[in-house]
């Protein structure tokens, strides 16, 4: 059974960073493209950042050069480092496998066993 937990979210003032933590038991992150996803309410949850197995990186436009995502391997984590952060950027934070199709970064239909995500509010 896939249990998956995000932290590290908060409330930061516009051109601040925070760096956001995903662990997961049963999904082994190295195996797959994973990726970051947000959702802010009213909206329809989107893929922010995904990396795939050779450490390659896809970034939605709106935080391509503000937000790199990583894993650490040994720790089975998977990171997001947001930097320049904008108000826009409000939303909970989810992580979960990710399918690229060019531009579009979306979480494979099959994949069910969402966390409980992570708040991220920034203040202008």
């Known amino acids: 059974q896939v249990h998956v937990v995000e932290s590290g979210g908060g409330l930061v003032q516009a051109g601040e960073s925070l760096q956001l933590s995903c662990t997961a038991s049963?999904?082994?992150?190295?195996?797959?493209?994973m990726g970051w996803f947000r959702q802010a309410p009213g909206k329809e949850r989107e893929g922010v950042s995904c990396?795939?197995?050779?450490?390659?990186?896809w970034h939605s436009e709106s935080v391509r050069g503000r937000f790199t995502v990583s894993i650490d391997s040994a720790k089975n984590t998977l990171y997001l480092q947001m930097n320049s952060l904008r108000p826009e950027d409000t939303a909970t934070y989810y992580c979960?496998?990710?399918?690229?199709?060019?531009?579009?970064?979306?979480?494979?239909?099959?994949?069910?066993?969402w966390g409980q995500g992570t708040q991220v509010t920034v203040s202008s």
């Open positions: 979960a496998p990710c399918q690229v199709f060019g531009t579009r970064l979306v979480a494979p239909p099959t994949f069910v066993d």
């Open positions: 049963g999904l082994t992150f190295d195996d797959r493209t």
């Open positions: 990396i795939n197995v050779r450490r390659d990186q």
